[in-house]
């Protein structure tokens, strides 16, 4: 069975290209969900709305009520990263597979059985590759970010709520 490059390399953009238009679809702004202890020991899970001058907005999970919590009755904040250990090892996947299987049909004809052998060979191996790199890099990308608040007055927390501000519902909120 003789494969078509023309044909080969065109599946292998569409696959390729596939994952990306996902990822196009139109989505409303969310904040970033938050997982708030308080100095009392009571602990809040929730989605950031705004970050205000001493506080901060959160909408709670469990109950779907806004909360305003103030800067000096925080412990730690904790900003929960989504895992895209998934979507990276896809990815990698996809990219490594199509390199292999390409460099695989394009190696010397003569040292190898066949070129279609040797372009699955190259994908197997370069796809797998790939993938592990795509978790690995997904893993080092997907840690939570830890803030400790307690004792620390708003002036001294500049750079941990611009962050804040960014991951939140409402970027701008006065």
Request: proline share 3%.
């Amino acid at each position: 069975m003789r494969l078509n490059i023309k044909k080969f390399v065109s599946l292998l953009l569409i696959f390729s290209l596939m994952p990306l238009s996902w990822s196009l679809a139109a989505k409303e702004r969310r904040g970033a969900e938050l997982i708030i202890q308080r100095i009392e020991g009571i602990q809040l899970r929730g989605e950031l709305i705004a970050v205000k001058r001493n506080s901060l907005l959160l909408m709670e999970y469990e109950s779907a009520a806004t909360q305003d919590i103030p800067l000096d009755e925080i412990d730690v904040i904790r900003v929960v990263k989504e895992s895209k250990a998934g979507k990276w090892t896809f990815y990698g996947l996809i990219l490594g597979g199509g390199i292999g299987a390409l460099s695989g049909y394009t190696a010397d004809p003569d040292a190898l059985p066949s070129r279609e052998v040797s372009a699955v060979i190259g994908a197997v191996v370069f796809g797998l590759s790939g993938a592990l790199l795509g978790k690995f890099v997904s893993e080092a990308a997907g840690k939570d970010v830890i803030f400790r608040v307690r004792g620390r007055p708003a002036s001294r927390m500049v750079s941990e709520l611009e962050y804040l501000r960014k991951n939140a519902r409402i970027t701008d909120y006065r």
